[in-house]
Every structure is written in C-alpha cells, then in structure tokens.
C-alpha cells in the first residue's frame, strides 16, 4: 500500500470500528447502510483508488450521518452521529491533500 494510503486506511478503520460501537440498533435499515458504506471505504483505501471516488464515498457517509441527526431515527444518538460527521469530514480533507487528487 502506498505512504498516503496507509494512514487514511488506519483511520477508516477505526472509524469503521466506531460506527459500530455507538450503533444503538445495529438492525436498522439506515444502521445497515452506514456500515455498508463505511465498509466501503475501507475496501476503496485497501485497493487504492482514485482520491476523489474516496472522497465522494466519504460524502455519502456523512449524508448517510446527518440523515441520522435529522430523520429521528434512533439507532444512534445525535452527538455519536455528529462526532463521526466531524471525523470524516477531517478524513475527507487529508484526502483532498492526497497526490494525483
């Protein structure tokens, strides 16, 4: 894996890990399409794909949290579900730094 893959790879991770912790319904459809996605992104780092496709399944990620915050849906709480929309959007930035962006 490339240098600027590697850490974004990492951090993905343990936001992946996070998504699952704070779900409180983890059956839920929405809780099932988060983990989806965030899945997802692992997959993309892990094969190394263009920086913008990564960036853009980070955008659907965090549409996917803050339709959480306001559809009333409870699988989980508004601050977990704003705490990890602010984790991503950090992620989405070191992405917009990547080379060949």
Do not use: C, W
């Amino acid at each position: 894996m490339e240098q600027y893959y590697r850490p974004l790879y990492d951090q993905a991770r343990n936001l992946q890990f996070r998504v699952h912790d704070v779900m409180d319904d983890p059956n839920h459809p929405m809780a099932q399409s988060l983990r989806t996605e965030v899945q997802k992104l692992t997959d993309d780092l892990n094969q190394q794909r263009n920086p913008r496709d990564i960036e853009s399944r980070i955008r659907i990620i965090q549409n996917s949290l803050m339709q959480a915050q306001h559809s009333g849906a409870n699988f989980m709480s508004v601050n977990d579900s704003s705490d990890l929309n602010h984790n991503f959007e950090r992620m989405r930035e070191d992405v917009r730094r990547m080379p060949h962006y």
